[in-house]
């Protein structure tokens, strides 16, 4: 790591952790000499020039990748690097297949770059390489852990109506939903007409999720804290058209026209968690990811949902994309669940590819199933009954 990497960490180096602390990070942050090698394989291509040059300019914070931006021959460009324990260059192609489509339809994502070869991921050893242009707008929340609330609710009204414009254009995308995998999202799971079969496929196709889950409680937990709702919002969910999402569509990974708390969303970041779903299930992670402060609960062990910015999302999407009864319905059926499968890809990812203990307890603990009893406590009553008030007004 060179010492001008180590500069543009706005952190010192730590990274985003569970919980509001800042923590040492699972990967070494990017390098000058690392981003120029990169680099020289698109040089002259798609733009890309002056890798001899090139420095990282600002390090990414968050905590499962290695990633930042770079200053190239006069242009700003993104490099993330993972290893190919969390993403294979194959799993990163479709991602690019689905940013191609989405830009070919109006939607403000950054253009993946393809190297000389023609190629939109490099390889080096264990680690793949994708370089972005850089987003355009304002990063208003960069420095924002993830999931962190809406600054305003002028922000998540704004939200709303993006991911409704996300999923017109996202409609037709004609992928079959990616296999299984480290830090992916799905519905396979929660719209299941087994869901108990279905995770026992899930667990077969992934020993290394099996084995991070043997020493826990998880066939007891999933019986008792998911099961229930999994068997009210299934039904629902596949009674709907399937589609891709976007998966993890959250302040941070929006872009903004100003800093204004009137400000617009200006473009669209981060398809890692990208999959064929169902719209609402995509609309759900976006309420269950934005407008409950789960890190507050993580230090106080109580957290009540916003339910001003719960409406002022689902609003703004219903602007532009107005929910019919059954998909309001299945709305709030499948929102107490909706993590699932992302926390179970979590817990692997924790177990098996870094190697840490406390996380993957904590992933399977206090997410996987913290959140699913939250729902089933006062204040998560509270938020089912606002979205079911809401179906019912149909």
């Known amino acids: 790591m060179t010492g001008t990497a180590v500069s543009a960490s706005p952190t010192g180096g730590l990274v985003h952790g569970m919980g509001k602390v800042l923590v040492r990070p699972d990967w070494v942050a990017l390098s000058d000499e690392e981003v120029r090698a990169v680099l020289r394989r698109y040089e002259g291509h798609d733009g890309a020039a002056g890798s001899r040059e090139a420095v990282v300019t600002w390090q990414s914070p968050r905590p499962m990748s290695a990633a930042g931006l770079v200053q190239a021959g006069g242009r700003s460009v993104f490099v993330k690097r993972h290893h190919v324990a ?49 987003a355009v707008g304002v990063d208003r929340y960069r420095d924002a852990p993830s999931w962190s609330p809406f600054i305003s609710l002028g922000h998540a009204r704004a939200a709303g109506r993006a991911l409704a414009r996300f999923h017109q254009a996202a ?7 990616r296999a299984p995998g480290v830090l992916m999202n799905s519905a396979v799971i929660v ?86 779903t169902f719209a609402v299930h995509d609309l ?55 993590h699932l499968e992302y926390a179970l890809s979590e817990v692997e990812y924790f177990a098996e590819v870094v190697g840490s203990d406390v996380n993957a307890d904590l992933a399977c603990d206090a997410y996987l199933v913290g959140h699913a009893r939250w729902f089933e406590g006062a204040a998560g009553s509270v938020l089912r009954e606002h979205l079911c008030r809401r179906a019912r007004r149909r």
């Open 86 to 134: 969390v993403r294979t260059a194959d799993q990163l192609r479709v991602e690019h297949c689905f940013t191609n489509y989405l830009r070919s339809r109006g939607q403000l994502v950054p253009a993946v770059l393809r190297s000389v070869s023609g190629a939109t991921v490099v390889r080096d050893g264990d680690f793949v390489y994708e370089v972005l242009e850089q």
């Open 284 to 338: 759900a992670v976006a309420l269950e990811r934005s407008t409950i402060d789960w890190l507050d609960m993580t230090e106080t062990g109580h957290v009540a949902a916003d339910l001003d910015a719960v409406d002022a999302l689902v609003d703004g999407y219903e602007d532009v994309r107005p929910l019919d009864e059954l998909e309001s319905t299945a709305l709030a059926a499948v929102l107490p669940v909706v």
């Open 171 to 177: 409609a037709d995308f004609p992928l079959p939903p």
């Open 191 to 276: 719209a299941a007409a087994d869901p108990l079969a279905e995770l026992g496929r899930l667990l077969a196709a992934r020993p290394g999720l099996s084995g991070a889950l043997a020493r826990r409680s998880l066939t007891e937990d999933f019986a008792h804290y998911l099961l229930p709702t999994i068997e009210k919002a299934a039904p629902l969910l596949r009674a709907l058209t399937p589609q891709w999402g976007h998966g993890d569509w959250h302040p941070s990974n929006l872009t903004w026209s100003s800093t204004s708390p009137s400000a617009v969303v200006a473009g669209v970041l981060d398809l890692g968690l990208a999959n064929r």
